[in-house]
């Protein structure tokens, strides 16, 4: 199993502030993917194939890596990006999540 | 419009058995490969499985290998999932996700969940 590891757990930024979280995993994958999901809600996909930007997601937004290490990157935190950031992997089956970033507002 | 909406959970007794349903509708539900994924309370989420259109392939993390049973009826557009000998870290919220193309580009669509709780 690809175990996925997300840093940090838990952040804090102002806002205009540049944010960035990891996501490593433990053997190398082709693409990253990565989710947003805010209380009650179901995650949506927000980053696909690592760099590509699902519909709707602010340009403000990106993501980059390759092998075992991606990020994703917010160049000016807003409000409304308050939330938590999953990482999953579909190289390999299991298809599994990290354990997830809980971006707060500082 | 892609909705997927689950149903079927409740309350259930540790040992128990439970069968979940997914209703797809704004598309074509038979060409696409589809997961359930979980999340318990206050936790992260886990992948539980896959299958694909025509049910000749079902995927699922090990660990539920041998709990949960993931089917398909592709002319009523529903997906299942039937777990059994449920146990008290199986309550979550249970999604059925589909993914942005057939089989890949991630999960661009869940449903709202469905909660599973297993308690006596």
């Known amino acids: 199993e690809n175990v996925l590891t997300q840093s940090p757990a838990i952040m804090s930024a102002s806002l205009g502030e540049k944010v960035t979280m990891s996501c490593r995993a433990s053997?190398?994958?082709?693409?990253m993917y990565w989710y947003q999901q805010k209380s009650d809600a179901s995650p949506k996909l927000w980053i696909y194939?690592?760099?590509n930007l699902a519909p709707g997601v602010p340009a403000r937004f990106s993501g980059s890596g390759s092998g075992n290490s991606y990020s994703l990157t917010i160049s000016s935190m807003e409000g409304e990006d308050a939330a938590t950031y999953y990482c999953?992997?579909?190289?390999?089956?299991?298809?599994?999540f990290g354990g997830g970033t809980k971006l707060e507002i500082k | 419009e892609v909705k997927l909406l689950e149903s079927g959970g409740g309350l259930v007794q540790p040992g128990g058995s439970l069968k979940l349903s997914c209703a797809a509708s704004g598309f074509d539900f038979s060409r696409y490969w589809m997961s359930w994924v979980r999340q318990a309370p206050g936790k992260g989420l886990e992948w539980i499985g896959e299958?694909?259109?025509?049910?000749?392939?079902?995927n699922y993390t090990p660990s539920l290998k041998d709990k949960f049973i993931i089917s398909r009826d592709n002319a009523k557009n529903t997906l299942y999932l039937q777990m059994s000998k449920v146990r008290s870290e199986d309550t979550a919220l249970y999604y059925c996700?589909?993914?942005?193309?057939?089989?890949?580009?991630?999960?661009?669509?869940w449903g709202q969940g469905t909660l599973v709780t297993v308690s006596a």
């Open positions: 053997s190398s994958v082709n693409y």
């Open positions: 299958i694909n259109p025509d049910s000749s392939t079902i």
């Open positions: 996700a589909r993914p942005l193309y057939g089989n890949y580009g991630g999960f661009a669509y």
């Open positions: 999953q992997q579909f190289t390999s089956s299991p298809y599994t």
């Open positions: 194939y690592t760099s």
